[in-house]
C-alpha cells in the first residue's frame, strides 16, 4: 500500500502539516482529525486515481503545495491505527506491523497481476473494497426480494454483487441472497466470524436433531412473528454501521482477529459525532435478538422453546430488561459468546447521549447515579466493531433457520 504525502494548513489557526495517508484502492476516502493547536476538527479526502493520488479540503482546512514551516506529520490510515509515538511520526508504516499480525490468518488467494495489486500486499487481501457500496447491493438484494415480482431485479443485483468481488477474489460464487450475506460478512470480518458462527451452527444442528418437533414449533414462531421484523432491524443497523465504516474501520482488525491489545492505539481519523450513538444502537438490536438464543436454549434442556426456567416468553420479551437478555443461556457458551463486547452502562451512555470525546478517550455517564467513566477512543470503536461482528453472525444463522 502506498503511502501519500500532502501539504496543508489549518484554516482557524494556521497550523502547519504534512499529512501521510494510505492509499487502498478505493477513489475516495475521507479522514477527520483534531488541530494539534486549537483542536477544531479537520476533514481532507484522499482522491485516488491509481497509481495517482491527491489531498483534497473538506472542512477547515487548506491544501498546500509545499510544506509550511514547523509542519506537523500526521499520520492517517483507512483501515489500522498507529502507536501513540507514531501518529505523529515521518516514518510511520503502520502497514508492516499489521501485516505481522494479519498474516497468520490470511487467506491465500491467486496471483493477481492484470489488477495491478501486489500479491503480497497483505492489507489489501485483508480488506473488502468499497465495502460501503458494496453493502448498498447486499441491503437492495434483501429489500428487492420482498417484493412480488422483482425477481429479475434481485438476479440482477446478485450479479452485480458477484462481478465487484470477482475483481478481487476471481472464484467468488454466489447464486442467491443467503449466499451474498455469507461471502460479504464473512468477507468482512474472518477469522472472528467463523469463531462465532461455528459452534453455533453446530449446537442448532444438534438441537434440531435431538428435537425435532420442539425445533420445528420454534422455527414456525419464528417466520410467523420475529422473521421480518427483525429482518428490517438487521438492515437498518448495518446501514448504521457501514455509514460510519471509514471511521470503525480503522480499528477492525483488532476485533477480526480477537486482539485486546487496543487502548495504546490511536486512529489518525476521528469523528465522534458520527460514531457516539452507534455502540447503543448496535447493543439494543444485538441484545433485542438474543431472544432467538433463549429459544433455543430452550428447547435445548428438554423445554418447549417458549418456557423459561420461570417465567413465559411473552414476559421475556416485554419485561426482560436488555442486559438481562442473555441471562438464560449464560451456561451455553457458543450462545453467551455473543456477548463479547456489551457493556450496559456504556450503552446507556450511548443510548442517551450522554457520552463525550476528549483527545484519546471517552468519557460517559450512565443514568441515574451518574457516575462519570472512560475508556479509550480506539476502544470504543473496537467495542462497536466486536458488537457488529456479533450482528453478522446472528444475521447468517437467521438466515439459516428456515433451511432444511
Ligand atoms: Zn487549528
Given at each position: 500500500m502506498a503511502v501519500l504525502r500532502g501539504y496543508a494548513h489549518c484554516e482557524i489557526c494556521a497550523e502547519n502539516y504534512i499529512l501521510r495517508a494510505g492509499v487502498g484502492i478505493e477513489k475516495s476516502q475521507s479522514h477527520t482529525f483534531d488541530c494539534?493547536?486549537?483542536?477544531i476538527p479537520i476533514s481532507v479526502i484522499v482522491r485516488a486515481n491509481p497509481p495517482t493520488a491527491h489531498f483534497e479540503p473538506e472542512e477547515n482546512v487548506i491544501i498546500d503545495d509545499s510544506e509550511g514551516e514547523n509542519a506537523v506529520v500526521l499520520n492517517l490510515h483507512p483501515f489500522f491505527a498507529f502507536d501513540s509515538k507514531e501518529?505523529?511520526?515521518?516514518?510511520?508504516?503502520p502497514s508492516l506491523l499489521y501485516c505481522a499480525k494479519i498474516a497468520p490468518y490470511l487467506r491465500v488467494i491467486p496471483e493477481q497481476k492484470t489488477l495491478g495489486i501486489?500479491?503480497?500486499?497483505v492489507a489489501l487481501q485483508f480488506d473488502v473494497p468499497n465495502a460501503s457500496n458494496l453493502w448498498n447491493t447486499v441491503k437492495n438484494i434483501f429489500l428487492l426480494q420482498?417484493?412480488?415480482?422483482?425477481n429479475k431485479r434481485v438476479i440482477k443485483a446478485i450479479e452485480h454483487y458477484e462481478k465487484q468481488r470477482q475483481k478481487y477474489f476471481t472464484e467468488t460464487k454466489v447464486s442467491n441472497s443467503k449466499d451474498v450475506a455469507f461471502n460479504f460478512f464473512d468477507s468482512l470480518f474472518y477469522p472472528r466470524f467463523e469463531k462465532l458462527l461455528d459452534p453455533a451452527i453446530e449446537l442448532i444442528y444438534a438441537i434440531k436433531s435431538d428435537h425435532q418437533q420442539g425445533f420445528a414449533e420454534f422455527c414456525e414462531f419464528y417466520s410467523n412473528h420475529l422473521k421480518a421484523q427483525h429482518s428490517r432491524q438487521y438492515i437498518s443497523i448495518f446501514s448504521d454501521y457501514f455509514k460510519i465504516y471509514n471511521q470503525l474501520r480503522q480499528m477492525v482488525v483488532h476485533s477480526r482477529i480477537g486482539?485486546?491489545?487496543?487502548?495504546e492505539k490511536i486512529v489518525g481519523s476521528k469523528s465522534f459525532e458520527a460514531v457516539k450513538l452507534y455502540y447503543g444502537q448496535a447493543y439494543e438490536s444485538l441484545t433485542s435478538f438474543f431472544v432467538i438464543f433463549a429459544c433455543l436454549n430452550n428447547i435445548l434442556v428438554g423445554?418447549?422453546?417458549?418456557?423459561?426456567q420461570s417465567m413465559t416468553l411473552n414476559k421475556y420479551m416485554k419485561d426482560v430488561s436488555k442486559e438481562k437478555k442473555a441471562n438464560p443461556f449464560e451456561q451455553t457458551q457458543p450462545f453467551y459468546a455473543?456477548?463479547?463486547?456489551?457493556d450496559s452502562t456504556l450503552r446507556n451512555g450511548s443510548h442517551h447521549a450522554s457520552i463525550w470525546r476528549n483527545g484519546e478517550k471517552v468519557f460517559y455517564r450512565s443514568g441515574g447515579t451518574g457516575a462519570q467513566r472512560e475508556i479509550t477512543y480506539s476502544r470504543y470503536l473496537h467495542l462497536c466493531n466486536k458488537l457488529t461482528i456479533s450482528l453478522a453472525v446472528l444475521f447468517i444463522i437467521e438466515l439459516k433457520l428456515g433451511d432444511d
Amino acid at each position: 500500500m502506498a503511502v501519500l504525502r500532502g501539504y496543508a494548513h489549518c484554516e482557524i489557526c494556521a497550523e502547519n502539516y504534512i499529512l501521510r495517508a494510505g492509499v487502498g484502492i478505493e477513489k475516495s476516502q475521507s479522514h477527520t482529525f483534531d488541530c494539534k493547536s486549537c483542536g477544531i476538527p479537520i476533514s481532507v479526502i484522499v482522491r485516488a486515481n491509481p497509481p495517482t493520488a491527491h489531498f483534497e479540503p473538506e472542512e477547515n482546512v487548506i491544501i498546500d503545495d509545499s510544506e509550511g514551516e514547523n509542519a506537523v506529520v500526521l499520520n492517517l490510515h483507512p483501515f489500522f491505527a498507529f502507536d501513540s509515538k507514531e501518529i505523529y511520526a515521518l516514518m510511520a508504516f503502520p502497514s508492516l506491523l499489521y501485516c505481522a499480525k494479519i498474516a497468520p490468518y490470511l487467506r491465500v488467494i491467486p496471483e493477481q497481476k492484470t489488477l495491478g495489486i501486489p500479491t503480497q500486499d497483505v492489507a489489501l487481501q485483508f480488506d473488502v473494497p468499497n465495502a460501503s457500496n458494496l453493502w448498498n447491493t447486499v441491503k437492495n438484494i434483501f429489500l428487492l426480494q420482498e417484493r412480488v415480482g422483482q425477481n429479475k431485479r434481485v438476479i440482477k443485483a446478485i450479479e452485480h454483487y458477484e462481478k465487484q468481488r470477482q475483481k478481487y477474489f476471481t472464484e467468488t460464487k454466489v447464486s442467491n441472497s443467503k449466499d451474498v450475506a455469507f461471502n460479504f460478512f464473512d468477507s468482512l470480518f474472518y477469522p472472528r466470524f467463523e469463531k462465532l458462527l461455528d459452534p453455533a451452527i453446530e449446537l442448532i444442528y444438534a438441537i434440531k436433531s435431538d428435537h425435532q418437533q420442539g425445533f420445528a414449533e420454534f422455527c414456525e414462531f419464528y417466520s410467523n412473528h420475529l422473521k421480518a421484523q427483525h429482518s428490517r432491524q438487521y438492515i437498518s443497523i448495518f446501514s448504521d454501521y457501514f455509514k460510519i465504516y471509514n471511521q470503525l474501520r480503522q480499528m477492525v482488525v483488532h476485533s477480526r482477529i480477537g486482539d485486546e491489545d487496543v487502548d495504546e492505539k490511536i486512529v489518525g481519523s476521528k469523528s465522534f459525532e458520527a460514531v457516539k450513538l452507534y455502540y447503543g444502537q448496535a447493543y439494543e438490536s444485538l441484545t433485542s435478538f438474543f431472544v432467538i438464543f433463549a429459544c433455543l436454549n430452550n428447547i435445548l434442556v428438554g423445554r418447549s422453546y417458549d418456557q423459561f426456567q420461570s417465567m413465559t416468553l411473552n414476559k421475556y420479551m416485554k419485561d426482560v430488561s436488555k442486559e438481562k437478555k442473555a441471562n438464560p443461556f449464560e451456561q451455553t457458551q457458543p450462545f453467551y459468546a455473543f456477548t463479547d463486547g456489551l457493556d450496559s452502562t456504556l450503552r446507556n451512555g450511548s443510548h442517551h447521549a450522554s457520552i463525550w470525546r476528549n483527545g484519546e478517550k471517552v468519557f460517559y455517564r450512565s443514568g441515574g447515579t451518574g457516575a462519570q467513566r472512560e475508556i479509550t477512543y480506539s476502544r470504543y470503536l473496537h467495542l462497536c466493531n466486536k458488537l457488529t461482528i456479533s450482528l453478522a453472525v446472528l444475521f447468517i444463522i437467521e438466515l439459516k433457520l428456515g433451511d432444511d
